[in-house]
């Protein structure tokens, strides 16, 4: 199985400053077909998660454009360039290149 | 739009088999543009994934559970199904299913989960 890891597992953050979460895969997540199938959810307290990104940087429908996914390979990152209250909750990172996915273990993104 | 709902019996015995169902609305189970998927979320712990099916490509299961795992289809009801044998106080969590359409193959629709607990 490939193995996600993500950082920080939390990240303090002031509203209205950045805040930035990285995923690393054990192996390359390119396709043969040539995509990257690399996602990234978020998940408040009491619901289930939500896509935000899909395919490494691809806003999903309704996700503010505040969400920018980056990255090739085996280094992804998410980056929120203005933190508001709903942000707060967990992220995970999830592949779903091999027919195994797999989910990162997720990074808390708080409020100072 | 998809919608998904699952059911489930909410507690179980210890060495017993746990079924569990998806309805889906809003679009075909036999749709080939769709995967569908079993996840499960343990108290305190991230998402694992259990088990994925699509109508014509087949079914993957999640290593550690292989063994224990079937995910099945019923196109007369427009749902799909999971069953879990011989569960343990380690199979205790949410159940969510969700959807995996292949333009992007990411989970875009989940159900709002059902909670399984193993316990005599």
Known sequence: DIVMTQTPLSSPVTLGQPASISCRSSQSLVHTDGNTYLSWLHQRPGQPPRLLIYKISNRFSGVPDRFSGSGAGTDFTLKITRVEAEDVGIYYCMQTTQSSITFGQGTRLEIK | ?120
């Open chain 2, 1 to 120: 739009q998809v919608q998904l709902q699952e059911s489930g019996p909410g507690l179980v015995k210890p060495s017993e088999t746990l079924s569990l169902t998806c309805n889906v609305s809003g679009a075909s189970i036999s749709n080939r543009n769709y995967y569908w998927a079993w996840i499960r979320q343990s108290p305190g712990k991230g998402p694992e994934w259990i088990a994925s099916i699509h109508y014509n490509w087949g079914t993957y299961y999640a290593p550690t559970l292989k063994s224990r795992v079937t995910m099945s289809i019923d196109t007369s009801q427009n749902q799909f199904s999971l069953r879990l044998t011989s569960v343990a106080a380690a199979d205790t969590a949410l159940y969510y299913c969700a959807s995996i359409p292949d333009h992007h193959y990411a989970m875009d629709v989940w159900g709002q989960g059902t909670t399984v607990t193993v316990s005599s």
